[in-house]
């Protein structure tokens, strides 16, 4: 049995919760639940970014106190979360007390990585970052990721000494000290971690008043790369605690639009604070609508809560832990996710357990229990975060044991009178259904606990109402 701690990527508060929230959430949930099965200890983080200006900006539009309106938001984040079924154990808010004391400490730990410049370039507000003059023009002008033209700013701020760790950096990624998921983003990490600049770490006061202040100088504000980053090890009370018990982290789950500040920033302000880097960056792609990516702008954003208002949780956690797949960028449609729960969860799982508790009922069966177990091809494919592969690996278990039904015809040993035989398929049969039940749990805690206590139950009585009735 490990220790193992489990990161999610704190969304800003500025908006609303969306699907992408929803993917990194999902993750960290199923490998939480798998390694709770085997025996260890989990710690899992999940939390809110309230700084900056764009918070700031969009709760006076609101006409909101700032502090009121980050409270009101981490509250909608708080609450989506558990909507999905998500079980962490550490929430944080980067505005509370104790984040914001412990910034400031890391900050003067490496302070000798710190150094005050003027720089004037190209700034984009949505992305809270400087861009160089090639990606300026690259991109005509216009952040394409919030499809607003770059600012140009002068300012004298505070910058992260990358230089200092680039190699050290170089080293834990091309050796996977520090393991990048997909493996094909190591190329491009490396190429981009020849070519990263020292980081902007502060802006001026006068420009970012919500934020928190630099040590020792009241016209500076930290940027988003220490305040926010930072939360993975504040959560766990550093620098006042020791934290080596969950840090490293076992693995860090993100969106594949941050990996880069994960993969080169953070390892920076790690090795800047002589604490190991995380074991695993786990990368997910984007969802995309009809094959577009989805956007506020482009008007083809997907509400989750309406996906989860459709046909409930365990078709939600089903179609996106099975159908998007865990590192590419992956499609949902209507239609796609209609078709997936009334053709694969209830032809498929539903119709499984009606049709198993209906034959233990009519046969009056009681079921001799036994400790399901993960098997090898799962366990090597969950070990790796090979979530999606992991669930089509289960799911043609499933499809499987419906046609064995079909082959073994348990109703024709009853019409028989054969009660030996038929109680020992029965009993093969419920076993083999309660093996693939639990290598469902940590994608379908829902129902899986619903399947279990139909078949631990005396007597084993079908669902009045199927688990997943077709709609």
């Given amino acids: 049995m490990s220790n193992v701690y489990i990161t999610t990527a704190i969304p800003y508060v500025n908006g609303t919760p969306h699907i992408g929230h929803a993917i990194d959430y999902l993750l960290s949930d199923t490998y939480a639940r798998y390694r709770r099965a085997l025996g260890d200890t989990v710690r899992f983080q999940a939390g809110t970014d309230e700084h900056g200006n764009k918070v700031h900006s969009k709760a006076i539009s609101s006409g909101l106190e700032v502090q009121e309106y980050v409270d009101i938001n981490s509250q909608k984040f708080q609450d989506f979360i558990h909507q999905l079924g998500v079980?962490?154990?550490?929430?944080?808010?980067?505005?509370?007390?104790?984040?914001?004391?412990?910034?400031?400490?890391?900050?003067?730990?490496?302070?000798?990585h710190i150094y005050s410049a003027t720089y004037e370039g190209w700034y984009c507000e949505g992305c809270e970052g400087f861009i160089s003059d090639k990606e300026y023009n690259a991109n005509q002008g216009s952040c394409p990721e919030h499809q607003k033209p770059y600012q140009k700013l002068s300012e004298t701020n505070y910058y992260l000494r990358i230089k200092d760790f680039k190699d050290q950096i170089r080293t834990a990624i091309s050796s996977d000290q520090m393991l990048i998921l997909?493996?094909?983003?190591?190329?491009?990490?490396?190429?981009?971690?020849?070519?990263?600049?020292?980081?902007?770490?502060?802006?001026?006061?006068k420009n970012l008043s919500w934020g928190v202040p630099v040590p020792d100088d009241d016209t500076q504000v930290m940027y988003v790369w220490i305040d926010a980053l930072a939360n993975y090890i504040t959560v766990l009370g550093y620098p006042d605690q020791d934290i080596s018990d969950f840090w490293p982290a076992t693995v860090q789950f993100i969106g594949k639009d941050i990996l880069r500040f994960h993969a080169i920033i953070w390892p920076a302000l790690l090795l800047a604070l002589n604490l190991p880097l995380p074991k695993v960056?786990?990368?997910?792609?984007?969802?995309?609508?009809?094959?577009?990516?989805?956007?506020?702008?482009?008007?083809?954003?997907?509400?989750?809560?309406?996906?989860?208002n459709r046909h409930g949780l365990d078709a939600f956690?089903?179609?996106?832990?099975?159908?998007?797949?865990?590192?590419?960028?992956?499609?949902?449609?209507?239609?796609?996710?209609?078709?997936?729960?009334?053709?694969?969860?209830?032809?498929?799982l539903g119709n499984l357990v009606q049709r198993l508790a209906t034959l233990a009922q009519q046969n009056q069966f009681t079921y001799q229990s036994s400790q399901p177990r993960f098997d090898s091809e799962y366990r090597n494919l969950m070990d790796n975060f090979q979530f999606s592969k992991?669930?089509?690996?289960?799911?043609?278990?499933?499809?499987?044991?419906n046609k064995t039904i079909d082959e073994v015809k348990p109703w024709a040993l009853a019409?028989?009178?054969?009660?030996?035989?038929?109680?020992?398929?029965?009993?093969?049969?419920?076993?083999?259904?309660?093996?693939?039940?639990?290598?469902?749990?940590?994608?379908?805690?829902?129902?899986?606990?619903?399947?279990?206590?139909?078949?631990?139950?005396?007597?084993?009585?079908?669902?009045?109402?199927?688990?997943?009735?077709?709609?």
């Fill in 281 to 308: 960056l786990c990368t997910h792609g984007f969802v995309l609508a009809d094959g577009q990516k989805m956007g506020k702008s482009l008007g083809n954003a997907v509400d989750p809560i309406e996906v989860l």
């Fill in 182 to 205: 997909p493996d094909y983003r190591k190329k491009e990490l490396l190429k981009l971690l020849a070519d990263t600049p020292d980081v902007s770490i502060s802006r001026p006061r």
């Fill in 87 to 112: 079980e962490y154990t550490d929430f944080i808010r980067t505005t509370n007390k104790d984040h914001i004391r412990r910034c400031q400490a890391i900050w003067l730990k490496i302070k000798d």
């Fill in 390 to 401: 992991a669930f089509d690996y289960v799911w043609e278990k499933v499809q499987k044991l």
């Fill in 317 to 348: 956690r089903y179609f996106f832990l099975r159908h998007i797949d865990t590192f590419a960028d992956s499609n949902f449609t209507w239609e796609k996710f209609d078709d997936a729960y009334n053709n694969e969860l209830a032809n498929d």
């Fill in 415 to 471: 019409k028989a009178g054969n009660q030996q035989a038929l109680s020992r398929t029965l009993q093969e049969l419920i076993t083999e259904l309660l093996e693939l039940n639990h290598m469902l749990a940590p994608f379908l805690p829902t129902a899986s606990t619903a399947i279990q206590d139909i078949f631990s139950a005396t007597p084993i009585t079908p669902p009045t109402t199927p688990l997943f009735p077709k709609q």
